[in-house]
T-cell receptor, first 113, second 115 residues
Framework: NAGVTQTPKFQVLKTGQSMTLQCAQD?????MYWYRQDPGMGLRLIYY???????DKGEVPNGYNVSRLNKREFSLRLESAAPSQTSVYFCASRRDYLYNEQFFGPGTRLTVL | AQKITQTQPGMFVQEKEAVTLDCTYD???????LFWYKQPSSGEMIFLIYQGSYDEQNATEGRYSLNFQKARKSANLVISASQLGDSAMYFC????????????FGAGTRLTVKP
């Protein structure tokens, strides 16, 4: 039981390049989330998926797209990376509406040059 | 809009002493949940404790307790008998029932436990 896994752990991109961050959970959770964490700030929600087949914008969605591929997997795509997207990205999952705790992945440290 | 304020960027505590980390929040909703997470230097986010806005008792989980003062809109985390392993960043977060998937975090407090 791995919990929430994220790949890659580290990534360096040049401005304008694209990439997809992968997230998977093996806890049969319905809801999944993508956050970014910048220095001196808490986590900010980028996108979430309350159930398979649905996605919604969070606080800072601009410059990102997401795909809920199936119940297990939720990917985050940067189509044209910008230096402002340099951050640590966390994926999280939660069982369903009635449950409070979110389980977080280990994070992906992304640098855009 | 939801807003979480943690006014202490850094805190120091002596090992085995208790420490309180402050958190105030702003919401116009009556139904919401308050959370505390710990982030050690390794980077993972660890859930510590939850308090619902209608819970009458303050939440406790082992050495962690949440001092919930609804009228003052504060949800302070109290760590008793601090240990060296408690050194970490601590984040307060809130989720309104009406926007249950949109959790907002404070900027965090860095706690350092001194031996």
């Amino acid at each position: 039981n791995a919990g929430v896994t994220q790949t890659p752990k580290f990534q360096v991109l040049k401005t304008g390049q694209s990439m997809t961050l992968q997230c998977a959970q093996d806890m049969n959770h319905n809801s999944m989330y993508w956050y970014r964490q910048d220095p001196g700030m808490g986590l900010r929600l980028i996108y979430y998926s309350a159930s398979e087949g649905t996605t919604d914008k969070g606080e800072v969605p601009n410059g990102y797209n997401v795909s809920r591929l199936n119940k297990r997997e939720f990917s985050l795509r940067l189509e044209s990376a910008a230096p402002s997207q340099t951050s640590v990205y966390f994926c999280a999952s939660r069982r369903d509406y009635l449950y409070n705790e979110q389980f977080f992945g280990p994070g992906t440290r992304l640098t855009v040059l | 809009a939801q807003k979480i304020t943690q006014t202490q960027p850094g805190m120091f505590v002596q090992e085995k002493e208790a420490v309180t980390l402050d958190c105030t929040y702003d919401t116009s909703d009556q139904s919401y949940g308050l959370f505390w997470y710990k982030q050690p230097s390794s980077g993972e986010m660890i859930f510590l404790i939850y308090q619902g806005s209608y819970d009458e008792q303050n939440a406790t989980e082992g050495r962690y307790s949440l001092n919930f003062q609804k009228a003052r809109k504060s949800a302070n985390l109290v760590i008793s008998a601090s240990q060296l392993g408690d050194s970490a960043m601590y984040f307060c977060a809130m989720r309104e029932v009406a926007l249950w998937d949109d959790m907002r975090f404070g900027a965090g407090t860095r706690l350092t436990v001194k031996p």
